[in-house]
């Protein structure tokens, strides 16, 4: 940076700048950010807030306290007067490393607002992608996680992106992101199942699994797409954990469609849920809508999918008894470490390591949705 900041931990008081990348996807998210900002003008120092919120509602940011600066993504170094970097060459105090592939969506469901905050899709360079996470392997990261907010939009393909990291760097694995249904390749999936360096792992959202709701919500499938694409990924190799997420209380979904969309989870073969109430953001076609669901009654549905979501983890994590596996070390304590499966699951290894590392470890039992283990080879 032009004026030579370091970068220390926000949990300290003491910095001369505080940047806060806002979120605004939920009402959460907002509150979120509301907490991170108050936090930093206790701290003194001055503020600057960026990020979606700083494009969709700058105004409610500024509400909080004069003294922050309110500053939209595409004007930051100009308005700070600095240069950021346009590569990651670390994470402090996180074992995997993120690796931003694109930014944008043009699917403007009813109820998101990331296409206004931020913008039609634009994919980054392969070349450029590449030599990032060539970058963080020498750093010492054995995990990259390609990440975006629509990153099946990729220009030219993801799987072709894919091939190309595998090809022209030496991470030891590569986890794909969050990926929306209808812009899965059949080549990926194919990567995926057949490669190593590939984690075992993909979250599909669904958002809901009553027809009439994902036609309301702008998705463009039907539950059935949905179930044969799972069947088909499934059928490829059944060590993947596929993961989802599911919207409930979205305007009109009444009992019927919650019913529908609870039996149709309660048939996939999913490894978890994240599971959201609807929240509505002004701007959204959806904020509009009748048959508004009571917030009561929202808390109720999450609930009932939430404890699905635990079960489905539990018989998950059980069916990986006796399986070997190579587990990224991300917490450590006296006698046990823990770490991340290639398919996304928690397991617990008696004896010393140290975080980063990749050992390998055989499963002998679970406790919940926890994998216990011991090193094998």
């Known amino acids: 940076m032009a004026r030579h900041y370091v970068e220390q931990s926000f949990a300290e008081p003491g910095a001369d700048l505080y940047i806060i990348n806002t979120c605004t996807v939920t009402h959460k998210t907002d509150a979120e950010n509301r907490r991170l900002i108050r936090k930093a003008l206790r701290y003194g120092g001055q503020v600057v807030a960026t990020g979606c919120q700083a494009v969709t509602a700058p105004e409610a940011i500024q509400a909080i306290s004069k003294e922050i600066e309110v500053v939209k993504p595409g004007s930051f170094e100009t308005a700070l007067g600095i240069s950021v970097p346009h590569f990651i060459s670390g994470f402090e105090g996180h074992s995997r490393a993120f690796v931003a592939i694109q930014q944008g969506c043009n699917n403007f469901c009813t109820y998101c607002i990331v296409p206004f905050s931020r913008g039609l899709p634009v994919s980054r360079p392969p070349e450029e992608i590449i030599r990032e996470i060539n970058t963080l ?101 059944r060590e993947i954990a596929i993961g989802s997420d599911v919207m409930v209380g979205f ?23 994240h599971v959201f109430p609807y929240s509505q953001r002004r701007g959204t076609a959806a904020a509009a809508f009748n048959a508004q669901v009571d917030p009561k009654e929202k808390q109720k549905r999450s609930a009932v999918l939430r404890q699905l979501s635990h079960k489905k983890r539990m018989a998950f994590a059980i069916s990986q008894i006796g399986s070997i596996q190579d587990l990224l070390v991300t917490s450590v304590e006296k006698d046990t470490f823990r770490g991340i499966t290639s398919n996304y699951l928690k397991c617990s290894v008696a004896g010393k390591n140290e975080i980063g590392n990749m050992v390998r470890v055989k499963v002998t039992s679970t406790e919940g949705a926890m994998l216990i283990g011991h090193l094998y080879g």
């Open 137 to 237: 392997v020498q750093a010492g990261y054995h995990e990259v996680v390609l990440s975006g907010i629509n990153i099946g939009l990729y220009e030219g393909g993801l799987a072709g992106l894919v091939s190309q990291i595998l090809d022209q760097s030496a991470t030891c694995r590569v986890r794909i992101s969050s990926i929306e249904p209808w812009t899965l390749e059949d080549e990926l999936v194919g990567i995926i199942a057949s490669d190593p360096r590939i984690c075992k792992h993909m979250h599909l959202p669904l958002q809901s699994g009553s027809d009439n709701i994902l036609k309301a919500m702008g998705r463009p499938y039907k539950r059935l797409y949905y179930r044969t694409l799972i069947e088909r990924i499934r059928a490829g190799n």
């Open 251 to 273: 305007p009109g979904e009444d009992e019927q469609c919650f019913t529908e969309t609870l039996e149709f989870i309660q048939s996939l073969e999913l490894a978890y849920l």
